[in-house]
């Protein structure tokens, strides 16, 4: 079993920067993509940016030129794989709920959220 663990959300002006993280533990052997999602109440749920294990990187139109995702692939003790969301030029449109996830062997784990608002 994954457990996922987000921080980074919060409060930022229109044109701000937020980094999140996402911390993956537990059976985190064959992790293969991580990435976010976020949700709104308009727009329910929406694919923001993922990883691969090789590095591959898919984005949203939504949020390429401005956001970008990165893994570390070797932690320390290698008990931990985190990945990173670093939000540029942050709109107000890009307030939501954002989500982690991790997939390993055919199955998807999700982190508890965090929030993101933007706004003057």
């Known amino acids: 079993q994954v457990q996922l663990v987000e921080s980074g959300g919060g409060l930022v002006q229109p044109g701000g920067s937020l980094r999140l993280s996402c911390t993956a533990s537990?059976?985190?052997?064959?992790?293969?993509?991580m990435g976010w999602y976020r949700h709104t109440p308009e727009k329910q749920r929406e694919l923001v940016a993922a990883i691969t294990i090789g590095g591959s990187t898919n984005y949203a139109d939504s949020v390429k030129g401005r956001f970008t995702i990165s893994r570390d692939t070797i932690s320390r003790d290698n008990a931990e794989k985190t990945v990173y969301l670093q939000m540029n030029t942050l709109k107000p449109e890009d307030t939501a709920v954002y989500y982690c996830?991790?997939?390993?062997?055919?199955?998807?784990?999700w982190g508890q959220g965090t929030q993101v608002t933007v706004s003057s």
């Open positions: 537990g059976s985190i052997f064959s992790i293969g993509a």
């Open positions: 996830f991790a997939d390993r062997l055919g199955v998807r784990s």
